[in-house]
C-alpha cells in the first residue's frame, strides 16, 4: 500500500470509530448498532482491492477489538472485517474505472452486513460468547441490513470518493494515454495516414512558406 493510502485509510477509520463509539452506540437502537466502521471499510475496498480491503478491515477491525467499551476478545473483529474487506475488494473492476450504478455497492452492503453479523456469531461461538443467541440472531441480522443501508448512501460514494480522488495511480495515467493512443489510432483509420507524419508534413509545409517569404522579402530588400 502506497503511503497516501494508508494516511488516508488511517484517518477515515479512525473518525468511523471515533463517531460508532461516541455517538452511534449512545443512541440506543434496538437490535444491532449502526456500524460504520464496516461501511468505511467497504468503501476503500471496493476501490483500492481485495488485497488492500484486506489490511484495512484487518487494522480497523483491530482497532474496534481494543477501543473502550469493547467486551470481546481481541482480534474477533478483526479476523471478520479482514474476511469482509478481502470479499468487498473482489468487486472493485480490473480496469481501476469506477462503478457507474449504485446497485452493486448497496448489494455489497447488504451482503457485508448479514456476512459480518453472522461470522461475529459464529466466532463468538467458537469462544464461548453467547450473547449473540441472547438478543437473537435473526433481529441483529433484520437491524443490521436496515442501519447499514440508512448510513450507505451518506457515507461509501463519499469514501470511494476520497479514495479515488488521493490515489494517484500512474498505472491508472498510462491507461488514459493507451485510450488516447487507441482514439488517435480510430481518428486516422481507413485515411492511410499516421497522425505523426500529418503534423510532420504540415509543420513542413509551414517552414517551407515561411523560407520561401523570407527569400521575396530579402529580395524586395536588395532591390
Known amino acids: 500500500m502506497r503511503f497516501n493510502r494508508m494516511l488516508l485509510s488511517t484517518a477515515l477509520v479512525v473518525v468511523a470509530l471515533v463517531l460508532q463509539v461516541s455517538v452511534l452506540s449512545r443512541l440506543q437502537l434496538p437490535g444491532a448498532v449502526p456500524d460504520l466502521v464496516l461501511l468505511t471499510v467497504l468503501g476503500l475496498a471496493m476501490v483500492y482491492g481485495h488485497v ?6 484487518f487494522g480497523a477491525g483491530l482497532l474496534a477489538d481494543l477501543a473502550p467499551p469493547a467486551d470481546h476478545a481481541a482480534g474477533r473483529y478483526a479476523l471478520v472485517l479482514c474476511v469482509i474487506g478481502y470479499l468487498a475488494g473482489l468487486v472493485r473492476p480490473e480496469n481501476g474505472k469506477p462503478l457507474r450504478s449504485a446497485t452493486g455497492p448497496m448489494a455489497v452492503v447488504v451482503a457485508a452486513a448479514v456476512g459480518s453479523t453472522l461470522l461475529y456469531a459464529m466466532v463468538g461461538a467458537l469462544v464461548g460468547d453467547t450473547a449473540a443467541r441472547r438478543v437473537g440472531l ?10 447499514d443501508l440508512i448510513l450507505a448512501p451518506f457515507t461509501v460514494p463519499l469514501i470511494m470518493w476520497l479514495a479515488r480522488r488521493s490515489d494517484n495511480d500512474p498505472l491508472v495515467d498510462s ?9 488517435a489510432g480510430w481518428l486516422t ?3 492511410g495516414l499516421r497522425l505523426g507524419s ?7 509545409k509551414a517552414a ?11 529580395g524586395v530588400k536588395r532591390l
Open 175 to 183: 491507461q488514459n494515454s493507451g485510450g488516447t493512443d487507441v482514439a
Open 208 to 218: 517551407r512558406s515561411r523560407a520561401t517569404r523570407a527569400g521575396r522579402i530579402k
Open 189 to 191: 483509420s481507413g485515411t
Open 198 to 204: 500529418q503534423r510532420g508534413g504540415l509543420r513542413l
Open 52 to 57: 488492500a480491503g484486506a489490511f484495512i478491515g
Open 138 to 147: 435473526v433481529g441483529l441480522l433484520f437491524t443490521a441490513v436496515i442501519y
